[in-house]
């Protein structure tokens, strides 16, 4: 007898779906801990869409890939330049989110189309590479970026049926980046479960075997380098929708992509629901724990008492956050929730 598995990244969506609409528990919370817990886990459900792209390349296909930042900004400038008032273009979100998703996919194609011949470090670095030119350009080209300034203002999405003031309430942003995030997992999870999702996983496990099986590598990487830096383009959308504008160029540069890897680390390579589990963990404790240990450590402070970078929080952060990732790669190095076929064996 066949036994199941839950589809539990699915059945976590459901319960976050649940959430805003129990009357008064997101905005007490909110009040309680003074810090904007529905907004911040809209921008979670974006950065897990994120790392569910740098999944496909590092998770399913075993590449180290630290340019996944440069495609989220590839998508957001995309969606800036299609979107704000001072360009003549001015079209519908559908529009914004389908063309940033497929321009961030071409990107992907051809940045990999030359440089697929090369593994491990050697592509780490061109990645690498590609995500510091990108971010160089995006701040020099300024008559098309506007620089280090930003595009802005991007409009609110224009939803067919849907007139609703879009920054009076959280729970709008909430429910399109978590009805994005469900796709996306659902997506993901048929082509997990397809041929070329388990000839992902053989190339992953022995490139040269999988060679000799006749799997077309090449064609393999590529796809998912396309699907990878598409969702990536995707999050990019959503990303500056929610804001309103473009944000500074340093937003799409090696820290954001390190943090997405990160994420991956922590949670399980190749396990969506390990990938969700990293996002929370790790964006969760820099975005609501941080600031609310920070106002806790504030309250025990005397009146009147000098402030020290030492009493605060935020100044031993990092060095939490270092801890954790090193004590998850002594004890756990594939993850708190690895794959079911993990990298490691």
């Known amino acids: 007898m066949t036994v199941r598995k839950l589809p539990w990244d699915l059945i976590v969506v459901g319960l976050l779906a649940v959430l805003p609409l129990i009357p008064g528990?997101?905005?007490?919370?909110?009040?309680?801990?003074?810090?904007?817990?529905?907004?911040?886990?809209?921008?979670?459900?974006i950065m897990a869409i994120l790392a569910l792209g740098l999944n496909v390349v590092v998770g399913y296909t075993g590449l180290l890939h630290l340019g996944?930042?440069?495609?989220?900004?590839?998508?957001?400038?995309?969606?800036?330049?299609?979107?704000?008032?001072?360009?003549?273009?001015?079209?519908?979100?559908?529009?914004?989110?389908?063309?940033?998703?497929?321009?961030?996919?071409?990107?992907?194609?051809?940045?990999?189309?030359?440089?697929?011949?090369?593994?491990?470090?050697?592509?780490?670095?061109?990645?690498?590479?590609?995500?510091?030119?990108?971010?160089?350009a995006i701040k020099n080209l300024e008559e098309i970026t506007n620089g280090t300034k930003g595009l802005n203002p991007i409009p609110p999405p224009k939803l067919p049926g849907l007139d609703a003031d879009w920054s009076a309430d959280y729970r709008y942003y909430y429910f399109l980046s978590l009805f994005v995030l469900f796709?996306?997992?659902?997506?993901?999870?048929?082509?997990?479960?397809?041929?070329?999702?388990?000839?992902?996983?053989?190339?992953?496990?022995?490139?040269?075997?999988?060679t000799c099986m006749g799997l077309d590598t090449t064609k393999l990487k590529l796809a998912a380098f396309a699907l990878g830096a598409g969702l990536a383009g995707l999050a990019g959308c959503l990303y500056v929708v929610k804001?309103?504008?473009?944000?500074?160029?340093?937003?799409?540069?090696?820290?954001?992509?390190?943090?997405?890897?990160?994420?991956?680390?922590?949670?399980?390579?190749?396990?969506?629901t390990g990938v969700l589990l990293g996002v929370f963990l790790v964006l969760g404790f820099d975005n609501i724990l941080a600031p609310v240990a920070d106002k806790y450590m504030?309250?025990?402070?005397?009146?009147?008492?000098?402030?020290?970078?030492?009493?605060?929080?935020?100044?031993?952060?990092?060095?939490?956050?270092?801890?954790?990732?090193?004590?998850?790669?002594?004890?756990?190095?594939?993850?708190?929730?690895?794959?079911?076929?993990?990298?490691?064996?």
């Open 25 to 45: 528990l997101v905005t007490g919370i909110d009040r309680t801990l003074k810090v904007p817990i529905g907004s911040e886990l809209t921008t979670l459900f």
């Open 68 to 136: 996944i930042g440069a495609f989220f900004g590839i998508g957001a400038y995309t969606t800036g330049i299609l979107m704000v008032p001072s360009y003549p273009f001015q079209v519908s979100f559908p529009v914004a989110i389908i063309v940033a998703t497929l321009t961030a996919a071409a990107a992907g194609v051809l940045l990999g189309s030359p440089t697929l011949r090369l593994r491990g470090d050697y592509l780490a670095l061109v990645t690498l590479g590609f995500g510091e030119v990108l971010k160089f």
């Open 183 to 210: 796709v996306v997992l659902i997506v993901l999870r048929n082509i997990e479960n397809s041929r070329m999702g388990r000839a992902w996983v053989a190339l992953r496990e022995d490139e040269l075997a999988a």
């Open 243 to 272: 804001l309103g504008n473009t944000a500074d160029p340093e937003a799409y540069g090696f820290n954001r992509s390190i943090i997405a890897l990160c994420c991956l680390i922590l949670g399980g390579l190749g396990n969506r």
């Open 298 to 345: 504030q309250s025990l402070r005397p009146t009147g008492a000098e402030v020290k970078d030492y009493t605060t929080f935020s100044f031993w952060r990092l060095m939490v956050f270092g801890l954790a990732l090193i004590l998850a790669m002594r004890f756990r190095p594939a993850g708190l929730l690895p794959a079911k076929r993990s990298p490691t064996g």
